[in-house]
């Protein structure tokens, strides 16, 4: 069974993201663990001074979410009723980081959903503050769903990669899985003036040709470049309607997450990015 976390703050960001979470695993068993935090709500009301109001503003907003839950529920019944799909309200006192990470770590979780931006919608921005938080964080794969993103079925899905570490088999198995239920191309893109590889990037690049061994695979050099304008001007080309990225030292990923804002990886930012995490759990 696919494990999901799916943080809900009831904005349309985090409604549209939870909906295409449902289309890309409607083959899959699955259970959604709707996750919503208050703890920031509650401790920057000025009006709690005392111990007796902290307690009671935490009930009153575990009851308040605990019902916008359950209208999330129905919801998800009216817009896609999966049989094969199960769900869970978490409504928690607590800080998003933190509660996903020791939900990630208790459940064991195959992946987290959410919107690329959320109740706050800076349009300033291309990845909200807690988005990238987790990404860089949490030890499990993230999809972020941008706010203008309407599903469509995955064919195509770019993977960029410079072959430089070995990936981790129960992520790219999530991967393969995704693209095969829908028959996606996946493409390996890699950026070097070299043709010749080393090594190293052999025995990689054999890792993931034969972890996608049952997709369709695309393998692709081309010369080294700024990494976004090479990425989105394969996008436009190939019709691409994923990004797959890695969050690991000496990746494509590491060198977008070491901007002073992750602004420059407006990697498209009309379609979904799944970010792998190369990192022990």
Known sequence: MRKIIAPVDFSENSWNALKAAIQYFKYEKCIFYLLHTYGEEVYANEEVTSRALLEEHK???HDRAD???DEILTKIKAYYPAPNHSYEK???FGYLLDEIHDLVEKENIDLIVMGTKGKSDNKQLTYGSQTLQVIKYVKCPVLAIPA????ERPSNIL?????MLPYRKRELKLLSCLAKSYRATIHMLYLSNYERLSLRQEDNKALLSYSFRENSLQSVRQDYGPIVEK????IKAEGIEMIVMVNTHHSYMEELL?????DPICLHTEIPLLVLQNLAR
């Not at 203008?148 to 599903?151: A, D, G, I, R, T």
């Not at 990425?231 to 394969?234: G, L, P, R, T």
């Not at 070491?258 to 992750?262: E, F, H, K, R, V």
Request: hydrophobic content about 35%; charged content about 5%.
């Open 90 to 92: 978490l409504p928690v």
């Open 148 to 151: 203008v993103y309407s599903y």
């Open 67 to 69: 019902g916008a839950l």
């Open 231 to 234: 990425v989105n001007a394969y």
């Open 159 to 163: 993977f960029p990669t410079n072959y």
């Open 59 to 61: 009930q009153i907003h």
């Open 258 to 262: 070491d901007q002073s804002n992750l």
